[in-house]
């Protein structure tokens, strides 16, 4: 593993290795991840848990009530969290922190880049991060909603070189192999297209929120910022010993040679468009998004209420998606610029205003 030269690991745990039954915690599969994580400090890698649990270890707490209960759950999750975080800690004799944060802190740069540093300075102090959604205060707007997506953030937040998704089969396989004998293990997957989610399906487990398709949602994410990202069965010992030796465990992802600029990064898969400029024909290419200064007189429409800063969706009138942006126009000045029939002093209020988005500043979508 050391030949690899990798230097930061992120480890994504879901809930059904921490809380199998959804009656507590168990240390029962974590013993050989614990055993993983002080084998890779011990060669100088930083590692960074993304675990999950909170709701599956808090359960047994409420035997009346269902998950089905939103206030319910909250509490769930509020108990379990520090059932689950005791079950780690007792693994390690090195100090644990624990991070819970939201979508919402994510996607607001100043938060995000205050939890980037807070994970490089515990892990300077060798102290191990575990992170895990806020569910106690998370609503659906605010959410990321399952940890797999969240690992991925996680993991291009912590300028990891290595996503690892525990699952609780040996990786991404063509049909699924709970219900398919003939099902076959892809070792690599080079590119991730329609055909890669076909294969997820919509296979879930009964324990957690993720399936096979959030995991391959995360590691889109994480190969789009250069990050080597397997999938790997978590209930066994193999694959973490085959990690060691510098094998393929499970499902290897390969990481874009050319990774997206962090920022630009961050703005495609972590950060939530605030509203959007709805543009024209002639703005019609990604390509121009780039290439070319967005105009007044391009603009259609001004959607929703964004400010300064804020990052934006760039589309077409049919929905198209072309980019997106940080705008250096609020939304209400923007629809004044893009409302005015004086086309003259709408010219000359943008010249003075300067450009409504910088060519540095803008990420052009895939999906259409
Ligand atoms: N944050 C949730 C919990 O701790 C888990 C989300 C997931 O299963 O992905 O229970």
């Known amino acids: 593993m050391q030949s690899r030269n990798w230097k930061r690991i992120v480890i994504k745990v879901g809930s059904a290795l921490i809380a199998p039954n959804n009656s507590g915690c168990s240390s029962h599969y974590l013993l050989s991840i614990a055993q993983f994580i002080v084998r890779v400090r011990s060669m100088g890698i930083d590692v960074v848990l993304v675990s999950s649990g909170s709701v599956a270890a808090g359960a047994h707490l409420f035997p009346n009530d269902t998950k089905s209960n939103i206030a319910t759950k909250k509490a769930m999750a509020a108990a379990g969290q520090t059932e689950m975080m005791s079950t780690w800690d007792k693994l390690f004799d090195f100090p644990t922190a624990q991070i819970l944060l939201t979508h919402g802190d994510l996607r607001d740069r100043e938060r995000y880049v205050s939890i980037k540093d807070t994970i490089f300075t515990l892990l300077d102090n060798g102290i191990l991060p575990i992170l895990n959604e806020n569910d106690t205060v998370t609503t659906d707007k605010l959410k990321v909603g399952d940890n797999d997506n969240l690992s991925a953030m996680i993991a291009s937040a912590a300028d990891a070189d290595v996503l690892l998704i525990c699952s609780d089969v040996d990786g991404l396989y063509d049909k699924n192999p709970h219900t398919h004998d003939d099902a076959k293990l892809l070792s690599l997957v080079s590119n991730i297209d329609e055909s890669i989610y076909a294969m997820a399906g919509s296979a879930t487990s009964d324990v957690g929120t993720g399936g096979m398709k959030t995991k391959i949602q995360a590691a889109e994410k994480a190969v789009s910022h250069g990050i080597d990202t397997f999938i ?72 929703g209420n964004f400010s300064v800063g804020d990052t934006i969706l760039v589309r077409k009138d049919d929905g198209t998606k072309l980019a997106k942006a940080k705008s250096n126009y609020s939304s209400c000045l923007l629809s004044f610029i893009a409302g005015q029939n004086d086309k003259k002093f709408a010219n000359a209020l943008q010249h003075r205003t300067g450009p409504i988005i910088s060519d540095k500043n803008i990420a052009l979508l895939e999906e259409q």
């Open 232 to 303: 790997l069965n978590g209930f066994s010992e193999l694959p973490f010993n085959m990690l060691l030796q510098g094998k393929n465990p499970g499902t290897h992802f390969k990481p874009h040679e050319t990774p997206m600029q962090e920022h630009l990064h961050w703005m495609t898969h972590t950060s939530s468009a605030e509203g959007e400029v709805v543009v024209g024909d002639s703005f019609d290419s990604p390509l121009d998004a780039q290439s070319k200064e967005l105009t007044s007189e391009e603009i259609l429409a001004v959607n």
